[in-house]
C-alpha cells in the first residue's frame, strides 16, 4: 500500500509537469515527500559507487534509496506518457476550467509553505518577494524560437528538470519560453527516442547538480528557501490564472494555430457559464491540498510511531 500511494504521487508529478505554469515540485512539496527526493537523488553518487562494489547491490540500493526512487519515477513516467493526451485535451477544450483546479491547488500550496516557515524576519520577507518577483516575470515574459538541434534539446532538459524539483517554477513552461515545449512534446507522444534520450541526459545532468545545491540549502537556510519556495508560488499564479486574452498563436506539431501569447484579464461576471465551475474547481483544488497536508500529517506520524 505503502508503494502504490508513492507511485500515486508520482503519477501527480507528472501530470503536474506536463501543463505549462504548473510544476512537480510543488506536488512532492504538498505531498509530504519533497525533502526526501531531494536527498534520495543527492545520494546517487560517486560514494553511492564505491557501496555497490565494497557491499554489493543490496547495501547501494538501499543507500540511494533505490526503492523510493523507481516507485516515485514509474508514477512520474505512466503520467508522461500516458496522460499527456488527457491533460493537453482539456488544455485546449477545458482551459479555463482546468487552470482554475491548478490555481487553487497552487495558493493552498503556497499558504501551507508559508506556514512552514519558523520565524519571519526581513530577511525571509524579501525572499518571499524576490522570488515572486522572479516566478512572475518568468511567468509574463515572451516565448522565444530556438531551433530544436541535439544540443539545445540537451540544455533544455538540463533547465527544465532544475525548474520541475523547485515548486512554482513550471519545467514545462520554461520549455515553452525557450520554445521547445512542441518538439519535446512530440518527441514523447511520438516516441523519438533519440530526443527522448538527449533530453533525459540533460535533465539527469541538471538533476545531480541542482538537487545537491537545493537540498544544502534547504538544510542550512530552511527559512529563507520557504520563504523564496512560497515567493516562487505566489508568483507563478500570474500563469495559472484562468481567464485570458490570447494576442498571438503559433503552429503546433499538428499543423494547428494554438494560444502562443496571452495577457491575463477579469472574467465576465455577468455573462460567464463556466464562472461558477471555476470556482467550484478552484476550490477543490484548494482542498485537495489541505486532504493531502492531512494525509502527509498521518503519515509522518505513523512513521514516528515505529
Known amino acids: 500500500m505503502k508503494h502504490l500511494w508513492l507511485y500515486l504521487k508520482g503519477i501527480a508529478m507528472g501530470s503536474a509537469d506536463v501543463i505549462p505554469g504548473v510544476s512537480g515540485g510543488t ?13 534520495s537523488i543527492k545520494a546517487v553518487n560517486l560514494q553511492a559507487l564505491i557501496v555497490l562494489f565494497k557491499q554489493g547491490p543490496k547495501a547501494a540500493w538501499q543507500a540511494v534509496n533505490g526503492t523510493f526512487l523507481v516507485t516515485l519515477l514509474a508514477g512520474i513516467l505512466t503520467a508522461i506518457l500516458t496522460l499527456a493526451k488527457v491533460i ?22 503556497s499558504l501551507h509553505m508559508a506556514k512552514q516557515i519558523k520565524q519571519w524576519q526581513p530577511a525571509t520577507v524579501a525572499a518571499l518577494l524576490i522570488g515572486a518577483l522572479i516566478a512572475g516575470f518568468i511567468s509574463i515574459a515572451s516565448p522565444s524560437s530556438i531551433e530544436a538541434s541535439y544540443l539545445n534539446i540537451f540544455i533544455a532538459g538540463s533547465i527544465a528538470i532544475c525548474a520541475m524539483i523547485l515548486p512554482g517554477i513550471s519545467g514545462s513552461f520554461i520549455l515553452l519560453l525557450m520554445g521547445l515545449y512542441a518538439p519535446v512534446l512530440a518527441a514523447v507522444k511520438g516516441l523519438q527516442l533519440d530526443i527522448m534520450a538527449i533530453f533525459a541526459l540533460g535533465a539527469v545532468l541538471g538533476l545531480m547538480l541542482f538537487s545537491r545545491l537545493l537540498s544544502w540549502l534547504l538544510h ?8 523564496l519556495l512560497t515567493g516562487f508560488m505566489l508568483g507563478a499564479l500570474l500563469k495559472v490564472w484562468p481567464w485570458k486574452e490570447t494576442i498571438s498563436y503559433r503552429l503546433n506539431s499538428k499543423g494547428q494555430d494554438v494560444p502562443f501569447e496571452q495577457l491575463n484579464r477579469l472574467p465576465e461576471w455577468a455573462n460567464s457559464d463556466q464562472l461558477m465551475p471555476a470556482l467550484a474547481l478552484a476550490g477543490a483544488g484548494f482542498v485537495c491540498v489541505l486532504l493531502l497536508e492531512k494525509l502527509s500529517v498521518n503519515e509522518n506520524t505513523e512513521k514516528v510511531s515505529r
Open 27 to 39: 506536488i512532492a512539496f504538498i505531498t509530504g515527500i519533497y525533502t526526501e527526493l531531494l536527498d
Open 88 to 109: 493537453h485535451y482539456l488544455l485546449d477544450q477545458h482551459a479555463v476550467l482546468l487552470w482554475s483546479f491548478f490555481f487553487g491547488l497552487i495558493l493552498a500550496a
Open 220 to 227: 542550512h537556510y530552511q527559512d529563507l528557501m520557504f520563504s
